[in-house]
């Protein structure tokens, strides 16, 4: 099953790209990572904002704080297609790295995916 490719481009073929539901539900948790609540007129609690950390003090506590944030964030949005196992979280120099293993639910698959991001130069 092939799904719409993220962020949405056009393909070498002129046509919508296209991924594999694997990289689409990569792509979907990169988006619930990255996206911070209030960004979305219609969905105001979507989001898990780790982009909001870059600059924030960071020690044990808040890590802690994050990685449950980021975990419920993940199984409120994505709960139909991913069961969440672990999150990890660190911070600090202006990047933010999560790690997020996971099962896909239509296949059984566990998967570990890691995201970053930091603040823009």
């Known amino acids: 099953m092939t799904d719409l490719a993220f962020p949405y ?26 996206t911070t609540p209030g960004e979305r007129v219609m969905r105001p609690n979507f989001g898990a904002n780790l982009l ?14 994050l990685q449950v944030l980021v975990q419920s964030a993940l199984q409120e949005h994505l709960r139909d297609l991913i069961e969440v196992r672990n999150v990890s979280v660190k911070a600090g120099d202006g990047l933010v790295e999560a790690t997020v293993a996971y099962v896909l639910l239509e296949t059984g698959e566990s998967l570990s995916d890691t995201f970053a991001g930091g603040a823009p130069t």
């Open 9 to 34: 481009r056009i393909d070498a073929r002129g046509r919508t790209a296209e991924t594999e539901r694997q990289h689409h539900v990569r792509d979907l948790i990169e988006l619930v990572l990255f």
């Open 52 to 65: 909001g950390i870059v600059f924030a003090p960071f020690g044990n506590e808040e890590a802690a704080a």
